[in-house]
């Protein structure tokens, strides 16, 4: 059973609409899921970092605000008019789009949104009520959307690793040849609304018998690799080994064509391919086109960005110094075991005093990317260019 990051139940006869999210930063020691009800909540949760992850983000963000206007709903306590809900549930959607400033799903997301809740209220027979009931719907059309989506993005991609790479042809002919695949970050069911975008396409490799290993790196500094993909696979039991980012390079070395790709989410995709995703990502890129390693993009069409022309486009988000400065983790015993009950310590790593720079994200030159995988398929360059504009005309 795949890992649940978002956990949302639609309003009943007797109760409005509720939402949990799975508390990421507790991971992978702890589990456990913490109420959102209100837009500042959501807001301080996609901030902190308790979900994270560029479609868990929209999807958090849109059902919160199902969530606080369902309850206004149910405690009738809607504004007197339909014009009043759409201003309400536009401003709501704005405040919630600051929280993280590089993920273009947000938003997307939140454009998508505001015309549902124009276009209901341009209806004849608009209410307050029926307002924030096409708004409720669909918020809640999301998560359902991107579960299918992270599928389709899993089989297209493992379909196309089978067909391009050195190790899925001869694993195709011979169940005994090794396919194994990188990955960076998380990007599974922690960080969308379940599946996952790259590690989906490791599970979907899984399932067709095609995957041998699984590689993932620990990314630093705050870990979503060591903490978050590495509890996934082991949770979906799905042969893996973790890796320090700076031995990439040795193991891309070591496996020769055994490792037949790296693939990684995004957080951005710009209209040349040019693809931001968590801070790493640019040197794996590097690294697979020296060892001719192919190198994917995992996203589905809300992460691609048409309106950005290309990566020097794009805002990248800087964080505290704290996190490079300090890691948190449980007590353990000399033998390994975890001391749950006496909570987690925070330590010290580096020298005081010293000046930290601290990028969320690099960005990917788009001559460095083989394919971008989408729901629809996957995209290459045609001519050394991608043209995303043929996937956004299907349906």
């Known amino acids: 059973m795949v890992l649940q990051a978002i956990q949302y139940e639609p309003a009943s006869a007797s109760s409005p609409p509720s939402l949990r999210i799975l508390d990421q930063l507790l991971l992978p020691h702890r589990t456990t899921y913490e109420q959102v009800s209100t837009c500042e909540e959501a807001h301080a949760t996609i901030k902190q970092m308790k979900v994270r992850g560029a479609p868990a983000i929209?999807?958090?963000?849109?059902?919160?605000?199902?969530?606080?206007?369902?309850?206004?709903?149910?405690?009738?306590?809607?504004?007197?008019?339909?014009?009043?809900?759409?201003?309400?549930?536009?401003?709501?959607?704005?405040?919630?789009?600051?929280?993280?400033?590089?993920?273009?799903?947000?938003?997307?997301?939140?454009?998508?949104?505001?015309?549902?809740?124009?276009?209901?209220?341009?209806?004849?027979?608009?209410?307050?009520?029926?307002?924030?009931?096409?708004?409720?719907?669909?918020?809640?059309?999301?998560?359902?959307?991107?579960?299918?989506d992270n599928k389709a993005i899993g089989e297209h991609g493992a379909r196309w690793i089978e067909e391009n790479t050195v190790a899925g042809r001869k694993r195709k002919q011979e169940k005994s040849q090794e396919l194994q695949v990188l990955t960076h970050c998380n990007t599974g069911s922690l960080a969308t609304a379940g599946y996952?975008?790259?590690?989906?396409?490791?599970?979907?490799?899984?399932?067709?018998?095609?995957?041998?290993?699984?590689?993932?790196s620990e990314t630093r500094p705050y870990n979503q690799g060591s903490r978050l993909t590495a509890y996934e696979l082991v949770h979906d039991q799905i042969p893996a080994t973790l890796i320090t980012d700076s031995m990439a390079c040795a193991l891309l070395a070591k496996q020769g064509d055994r490792l037949a790709a790296i693939v990684v989410g995004a957080d951005r995709v710009a209209a040349n391919g040019d693809t931001a995703n968590k801070i790493g990502t640019y040197s794996l890129a590097v690294l697979a086109r020296h060892h001719g390693v192919k190198f994917l993009v995992a996203a589905p069409r809300t992460t691609i960005d048409l309106a950005t022309a290309s990566g020097q486009d794009i805002v990248i988000e800087e964080r505290a110094p704290e996190e490079v400065?300090?890691?948190?983790?449980?007590?353990?015993?000399?033998?390994?075991?975890?001391?749950?009950?006496?909570?987690?310590?925070v330590i010290s790593t580096a020298a005081i005093g010293i000046e930290v720079w601290n990028p969320a994200f690099d960005v990917t030159p788009a001559e460095l990317i083989d394919g971008v995988i989408t729901e629809v398929g996957v995209v290459e360059k045609v001519d050394g260019k991608f043209d995303f504009g043929p996937i956004f005309q299907q349906s």
Do not use: F, H
Not at 112 to 134: E, F, G, H, N, S
Not at 325 to 341: A, Q, Y
């Open 58 to 148: 929209a999807i958090v963000a849109a059902l919160a605000l199902a969530v606080e206007i369902g309850t206004v709903v149910a405690a009738r306590k809607l504004p007197s008019s339909a014009e009043e809900v759409k201003e309400y549930l536009s401003q709501r959607l704005d405040y919630l789009k600051t929280s993280r400033p590089t993920a273009v799903n947000l938003g997307d997301a939140v454009g998508k949104l505001k015309i549902v809740a124009k276009k209901a209220t341009l209806q004849p027979d608009a209410t307050p009520d029926t307002v924030a009931q096409a708004y409720i719907v669909a918020a809640e059309r999301m998560l359902v959307d991107d579960v299918s």
């Open 325 to 345: 400065t300090r890691i948190k983790g449980p007590k353990v015993t000399p033998e390994g075991k975890i001391l749950v009950d006496e909570g987690a310590e």
């Open 196 to 216: 996952g975008t790259a590690l989906g396409v490791i599970r979907s490799l899984r399932t067709a018998d095609m995957l041998t290993r699984a590689y993932c």
